[in-house]
């Protein structure tokens, strides 16, 4: 039973881990995506809309790594590569419904994210991002 728990413990540290880790490369993505440092734009600057488009990419992150982990296969490993996997696809359709938002409006998404008075766009951004993430959710459940 110890070894059990033990055991349980070990492969909840390694998934955390993993989880933090995309969560990480959804926040550089992000970076990219935006003109300007996020780090400055979000702590310093205050930035409403930088700081509702991280959030929701974030949220989107942890929910496509839950539902990895919980549709998780019998074998460890198993489990952990397709929480890679479908973490890394996860931030790549995050990031092309992010262009494909930006090619539909007008100007330029990442600049409307950057602007630091509250913009409608950035919700419609955010939502989007999100969507994108429950679509991976579903595909892995």
């Known amino acids: 039973m110890l070894q059990d728990l033990l055991e349980g413990a070990g492969r909840s540290i390694v998934?955390?881990?993993?989880?933090?880790?995309?969560?990480?490369?959804?926040?550089?993505?992000?970076?990219l995506l935006t003109p300007g440092k996020l780090r400055d734009l979000i702590w310093i600057e205050r930035n409403p809309n930088a700081s509702l488009l991280l959030a929701s990419n974030?949220?989107?992150?942890?929910?496509?790594?839950?539902t990895a982990i919980f549709t998780s296969?019998?074998?460890?490993?198993?489990?952990?590569?397709?929480?890679?996997?479908?973490?890394?696809?996860?931030?790549?359709?995050m990031?092309?419904?992010?262009?494909?938002?930006?090619w539909m409006t007008p100007g330029k998404l990442g600049e409307v994210i950057c602007t630091p008075e509250r913009h409608g766009g950035?919700?419609?951004?955010?939502?989007?991002?999100f969507g994108a993430a429950l679509i991976v959710c579903a595909c892995i459940s």
Do not use: K, P
């Not at 019998?74 to 931030?91: C, K, R």
């Open 73 to 93: 296969f019998d074998s460890f490993g198993q489990g952990l590569a397709s929480t890679v996997i479908f973490g890394l696809i996860g931030i790549a359709i």
């Open 122 to 129: 950035a919700w419609v951004s955010s939502a989007s991002h």
């Open 58 to 66: 974030q949220l989107g992150i942890a929910a496509i790594v839950f």
């Open 95 to 102: 990031g092309l419904a992010f262009l494909v938002l930006d």
């Open 15 to 31: 998934f955390g881990i993993v989880g933090i880790g995309l969560m990480a490369v959804g926040y550089v993505l992000i970076d």
